[in-house]
């Protein structure tokens, strides 16, 4: 029987590639084996099958024997491991949720239901590594991938807003512990109904600049404000996740045809779903019900937010979205500085179609191909 590997299953990704994997029976028809960085013979997952005792994951030998490895451990791992079990000669299916083969010659970003295509050709070549992409640019994509396929995007501009659980737990945590404090030196004011605005904005900033606040984390304060930079510094002076906007599109299309990407990222004070504004330049100018059809008719997940105020609060948010795999796409108009131009608000759960679900799905596409 096949033997899959999974490493790095109980971390926040690892966990939704469990969830979503028991919701779509995905553990039948294979033996999982479960791997630890530090609980070695512990008690496995509760999957309602028989599951060995937790196996060592720094064990390459072990590792060599499975036909699959699907890790969502994290990037060092992958750094440390990796190169080993390829130098031993395996030749078995790498699955990642981490960045550092993406940009691999043998590696391929997986984002089916945008670049099936592209997969299935590689499967097909002998490619046996396959990674999970940037979760803002696995949900642009998910989001315009209609419009993209049209052949008539020139580039995009995309001003991200992502959340706390794109940076980790910990900073989630932070996130919460950051608000709490907020709440506990503002409550005596929220009660006296006489407290003003302006009283109350300057004990919250008071409080926001102190040393006591606790941003171990982020290093800034993020509840109550936002931080406009996410990654390390490039050369070209965009952040790495800028940058990672254009490599990684083209990198998932493989059109031949370089579609330009680039703008802001900036953390936000959202727990979860990253949300993102786009200006899109299109080649001509396209009749907005046409642009409206090829948004829709993407795929199966995308819906199509009318461009009004009562729509726009009910689906398009990260509370409305967290948990769903549901791509709403709104605010789409044509902009005042050409008909060629176009601007389009998305939001997208990262957790699920910006990390987990695509390694599920590249791991049901690599067992019946």
Known sequence: MVQ???????????SVLMERMQAENGFSGFEPIFFTTSNVGGQGPALGIDVPPLQDAYDVKLLTSL????????????????PEVRKQGWQGYWIDAASTLRMAEDSIIVLDPVNRTVIDNAVGSGIKTFVGGNC????????????????HVEWISSMTYQAASGAGAKHMKELISQMAAL????????????TTAIA????????LRKDSFPTENFSVPLAGSLIPWIDT???SGQTREEWKGQVETNKILQTGKTISVDGLCVRVGAMRCHSQGLTIKLDKDIPIEEI??????ANQWVHLVPNDKDSTLKYLTPSAVNGSLAIPVGRVRKMLMGPEYISVFTVGDQLLWGAAEPLRRILDIIRRK
């Open 183 to 194: 709440g506990n030196i503002s409550t005596a004011l929220l009660k006296n109904p006489a």
């Open 136 to 151: 803002t640019v696995s949900l642009m994509l998910m989001a315009i991938s209609g419009l993209i396929e049209s052949g």
């Open 292 to 297: 409206y059809q090829m948004i829709e008719g």
């Open 4 to 14: 899959i590997g999974f490493i790095g299953w109980r971390g926040m990704v690892g």
């Open 233 to 235: 510094l490039m050369e």
């Open 200 to 207: 109350l904005d300057q004990v919250i900033t008071s409080e």
């Open 67 to 82: 036909d699959i490895i699907i890790s969502c451990q994290g990037g060092s791992y992958t750094k440390e491991i990796y």
